[in-house]
């Protein structure tokens, strides 16, 4: 009996190990492994858009044979492929080879809409972008011969009422000085919404071109002038798994589809809609995506993923878990999802003449440079002081010039340009202390900011801002958005205005002077703006072929 005691004392200490080292095990398993992340994904090519438009396009491409059409009697079909109600297609031939341009009449100076389709052909697909809704638009065609020579066709385009989501959205513009706006003859400004339809207006705010398919967060455009855009399989659907490249006509030309059950968002709300693909995503030179995802773990929105275009299957994991501190995770609390969202990446920009990415995290206030190929860190910017910070990563810290703001919950982090000292960034301050912001400042005025980054002394410098002057009737603690234009114009999106009741959308010049300023009310269903972009909708990579 005593025996059997003290061999069951002795047990104890190896049991409670065991259990220990169990229980260490298991926690430690919610940091993935690259195969268990990939699995859970489920990353894959679909075709199901596309086999529901190959009776469409078998009809373009016959008619793009009938020699019956021509510039005097062209074919014409507005919303071509059923998803873009503004759009047009015309198709005809000509006896000689010609390239084609058209125009869309605006309704006041600067808001026509004009395009030109690339080479010389004796068959013409041109593509109609910018009509406006439920209108009869007046479309001119211009046809330009070899010799010099013009012939021109006026058409005119009936269109339908905008849907209720975008409908019922207020659009107001408070300045529009249109000759000093970066539109160029066939700019809008994309509205980039964090749910529902996304859409696209002129200077006067007038809806010039939109989606059927329902959008979250992610829009991109490409190389070629197509766009990457998240949405759904249906519209009652509340999960966002369905990745398209699609264009401004509507055609899709490839479909990627996610597991359901690996997805979140951020209210934690189970109510509220979900997706696996969450903030922003990117097409690398070798047309792949990067994209920010869930890993089905107990963490969100820390993990980055390279899918393949040809197979749709993940070629590359980067788990920020791995990467940075633990204490940032580990003591992070959990929201009311049961999900721990410790970092909140909101931003991946590439940049493929040295084979870096820059990523921004918001609820740990940071943004950070890392090689793509090794996954090394290259710098840190945190309000987060040196000497919290293991020592490994303390010489990777930019210290900020005397006047350089901290980041706070920021946004669309991407770079400008570079220098034989470093790299010039945009991004746009949310200015709201999560973790480690600015507790001075915070609440009190959101703004885009410009920094140059000097790699040699590693050292930040804050070169121009525009916001704070606004104060905190433009505070916005969540979304946002700052684009530089090719004019030197800079378009920022505070998309939470108001706590979002609404979004404002301004454009200023080189001296800070407001050139455009439209506010964005009823957004209806949290349909907020995530981003702005202004967009050539016609952009010079872009070919459209039913042939192809």
């Known amino acids: ?137 007046t479309i001119t065609i211009t046809v330009t011969y070899k010799d010099g020579t013009t012939d021109t066709k006026e058409l005119t385009l009936k269109t339908g009422a905008l849907p209720k989501y975008i409908a019922n959205a207020k659009i107001v513009v408070s300045k529009n000085d249109k000759d000093k706006m970066d539109i160029g003859q066939n700019k809008l400004t994309l509205i980039n ?46 999960v966002y798994n369905d990745l398209i490249e699609t264009d401004v006509m509507g055609r899709v030309y490839q479909e990627y589809s996610f597991n359901s059950k690996v997805k979140s968002n951020d209210s934690g709300n189970a109510k509220d809609e979900t997706t696996v693909i969450h903030h922003d995503l990117l097409e690398l030179p070798n047309k792949d995506i990067l994209a920010t995802v869930n890993d089905g773990s107990k963490y969100k929105e ?95 810290l930019l210290t900020p010039t005397k006047g350089t703001t901290i980041t706070g919950g920021q946004h669309g982090l991407y770079q400008l340009s570079k220098d034989k000292n470093g790299e010039n960034i ?14 001075k400042t915070s609440g009190k005025y959101s703004q885009a900011v410009q920094y140059h980054i000097n790699t040699k002394k590693m050292t930040i410098d804050q070169t121009w801002a525009y916001g704070k002057s606004l104060g905190k009737g433009n505070f916005t603690n969540i979304i946002g958005y700052a684009e530089r234009e090719s004019n030197g114009n800079t378009l920022i999106d505070f998309g939470f205005k108001n706590n979002g009741k609404e979004s404002n959308i301004i454009e200023v010049d080189k001296d800070n002077n407001q050139v455009f300023n439209v506010t964005i009310k009823n957004a209806s269903s949290k349909a907020y703006v995530y981003r702005a972009y202004r967009l050539e909708f016609y952009p010079s990579g872009y070919t459209f072929d039913v042939n192809k």
């Open 193 to 238: 919404r964090t749910t529902k339809e996304p859409f696209a207006i002129d200077a006067d705010g007038n809806v010039r071109w939109y989606s059927t398919n329902y959008s979250q967060h992610t829009i991109e455009q490409t190389d070629n002038g197509h766009l990457l855009i998240l949405t759904k399989k249906n519209v009652d659907s509340s």
């Open 1 to 137: 009996m005593r025996r059997k005691k003290f061999f069951l004392l002795a047990l104890i200490p190896f049991v409670l190990f065991i259990l220990v080292g169990c229980s260490s095990k298991s926690d430690d398993a919610q940091t993935l492994s690259t195969a268990q992340i990939k699995k859970n994904i489920g990353s894959k090519l679909i075709s199901t858009r596309e086999n529901e438009q190959k009776d469409l396009t078998k009809e373009y491409q016959k008619v793009t044979k009938n020699k019956a059409y021509t510039l005097e009697n062209p074919y014409t079909k507005v919303n071509p492929y059923k998803d873009s109600p503004l759009t047009a297609l015309v198709i005809f031939k000509t006896n000689k080879e010609a390239k084609v341009s058209y125009t869309v009449a605006g309704k006041t100076a600067n808001t026509s809409v004009t395009n030109s389709v690339k080479g010389y052909h004796k068959t013409h697909q041109v593509p109609v972008a910018g009509l406006y809704a439920d209108d009869n638009n």
């Open 426 to 439: 945009i991004l746009y301050d949310n200015n709201i202390d999560v973790t480690n912001g600015n507790k």
């Open 302 to 396: 820390d993990v980055m993923v390279q899918i393949s275009h040809k197979t749709g299957k993940i070629v590359k994991v980067i788990d920020l878990k791995k990467l940075l501190p633990s204490s940032m995770y580990k003591n992070y609390k959990k929201g009311s999802d049961g999900k721990i969202d410790w970092f909140h990446q909101n931003a991946v920009d590439y940049d493929k003449t040295d084979n870096t990415i820059m990523i921004s995290g918001r609820n740990q206030d940071m943004i950070m440079k890392l090689n793509y190929k090794t996954n090394k860190i290259i710098w840190i910017y945190s309000g987060k002081s040196k000497s919290s910070w293991p020592k490994k990563y303390r010489s990777k």
